[in-house]
């Protein structure tokens, strides 16, 4: 019997599964049990990042108080307002790479390279919203704490994002190395998070 859409005792057809083929993003980036393991795509440096990524949500050690220090006003908006754009920042990303998106540095199978938007400005827009967070965190806390873990996040973020540009490297042999060339990795001129 066909379904009809103004009679509620007859049954609709099922949803059409999800264009990525009813998997959960999970599957589509390609987690594994063995690559937690053995790092093969680059999960150890996940891991890292995330791990940091949390911390930067404990408190302040040492609180300035502790110190007999008023952390100043301006300082702690500067630090709010850095938060939020590295939000927004990081969302723009996010929407820009679509179905290209993955949190590993491994790219997606067939992956389109995206250089527009905020990719037009920096190679890992997304890593440069995360450092512009953490130091909007270490401003806003006014902690030594999280002046380590913005420091910790740069290296890990460094080393993840030159591990995924030798992937990128090997997906598009033709046009990386040129948007590589003319593209600051994270942050222009800092050494350890721009390299060409």
């Not at 050690?61 to 110190?67: Q, Y």
């Amino acid at each position: 019997m066909p379904s009809n859409p103004s009679d509620p005792a007859v049954p609709s057809p099922p949803p059409s599964p999800p264009a990525s083929g009813g998997q959960a993003p999970w599957q589509r980036w390609g987690f594994t049990p063995a690559g937690w393991l053995d790092n093969r795509r680059g999960e150890w440096w996940l891991a890292a990042q995330l791990l940091l990524l949390a911390a930067l949500l404990l408190p302040p050690r040492p609180a300035p108080a502790t110190l007999g220090l008023a952390w100043p006003l301006p300082l702690r908006l500067l630090g709010a307002a850095l938060v939020l754009l590295a939000l927004v920042g990081a969302a723009r990303s996010l929407l820009r790479l679509g179905a290209s998106l993955t949190p590993l540095p491994e790219p997606m199978p067939g992956a389109a390279l995206v250089t527009e938007g905020p990719y037009a400005c920096c190679r890992h827009p997304l890593y440069r919203q995360i450092l512009i967070g953490a130091a909007g965190m270490a401003l806003l806390q006014g902690s030594l704490l999280h002046l380590l873990l913005l420091l910790a996040l740069a290296g890990v973020l460094g080393g993840k994002a030159r591990r995924e540009e030798r992937s990128l490297l090997a997906a598009h042999p033709l046009a990386y190395p040129a948007y590589r060339a003319a593209t600051p990795a994270i942050l222009p001129g800092l050494p350890w998070l721009d390299w060409r």
